[in-house]
T-cell receptor
Framework: AQSVTQLGSHVSVSEGALVLLRCNYS??????LFWYVQYPNQGLQLLLK??????LVKGINGFEAEFKKSETSFHLTKPSAHMSDAAEYFC????????????FGSGTQLTVLP | ETGVTQSPTHLIKTRGQQVTLRCSSQ?????VSWYQQALGQGPQFIFQ???????GRGNFPPRFSGLQFPNYSSELNVNALELDDSALYLC??????????????FGSGTRLTVV
């Protein structure tokens, strides 16, 4: 079985500040890990994914995440927040691939303050 | 690419009724999955279809059923609607096969309200 815990249901940062969204996972086998973003009244858009290659994964819109097996973490970061980054972010885990059963965390709402 | 389109975008039903939600997969995709996203929560996997056969199911009762058609479009049917079925229902399609897995493309969802 697998699970995902996102620490902090709401995160606020100032425009230009570092964005750090936390995700810890539990998995019985080496996992596939994902970060998705959801804008209001829209579906999910893939930001980045880890599939057992490089542990530092770069995604779209300047986001990146680092897979740390020892900490069972996959935190999402962006050096400088932009107003357009305000959205809900979901971390997800899969045991078998990108288009298999995904188990999502409960999400983190990111607010960017001017 | 046309993306994944879902219809309708919003729907209101009465408890006990039945509902059918529709999804047109992205062109060239052969796999479709459905997720339920309750308000304030992450999406939960309902089931997946691959080449018209159910290929995995989450922890949902049998009154949630689905179909995938030869053109890879799909339907989600929910019988005997309950108030807790109120949610955003997301369809996601992908191309899978030959050892490749290109990941999901999500639709914008159908917002179902059960009253």
């Amino acid at each position: 079985a697998q699970s995902v815990t996102q620490l902090g249901s709401h995160v606020s940062v100032s425009e230009g500040a570092l964005v750090l969204l936390r995700c810890n996972y539990s998995s019985s086998v080496p996992p596939y890990l994902f970060w998705y973003v959801q804008y209001p009244n829209q579906g999910l858009q893939l930001l980045l994914k880890y599939t057992s290659a490089a542990t530092l994964v770069k995604g779209i819109n300047g986001f990146e995440a680092e897979f740390k097996k020892s900490e069972t973490s996959f935190h999402l970061t962006k050096p400088s927040a932009h107003m357009s980054d305000a959205a809900e972010y979901f971390c997800a885990v899969s045991l078998s691939g990108s288009a298999r059963q995904l188990t999502f965390g409960s999400g983190t709402q990111l607010t960017v303050l001017p | 690419e046309t993306g994944v389109t879902q219809s309708p975008t919003h729907l209101i039903k009465t408890r006990g009724q039945q509902v059918t939600l529709r999804c047109s997969s992205q062109s060239g995709h052969n796999t479709v999955s459905w997720y339920q996203q309750a308000l304030g929560q992450g999406p939960q996997f309902i089931f997946q279809y691959y080449r018209e056969e159910e290929n995995g199911r989450g922890n949902f009762p049998p009154r949630f059923s689905g179909l995938q058609f030869p053109n890879y479009s799909s339907e989600l049917n929910v019988n005997a609607l309950e108030l807790d079925d109120s949610a955003l229902y997301l369809c996601a399609s992908s191309l899978v096969g030959g050892g490749w897995d290109y990941g999901y493309t999500f639709g914008s969802g159908t917002r179902l309200t059960v009253v």
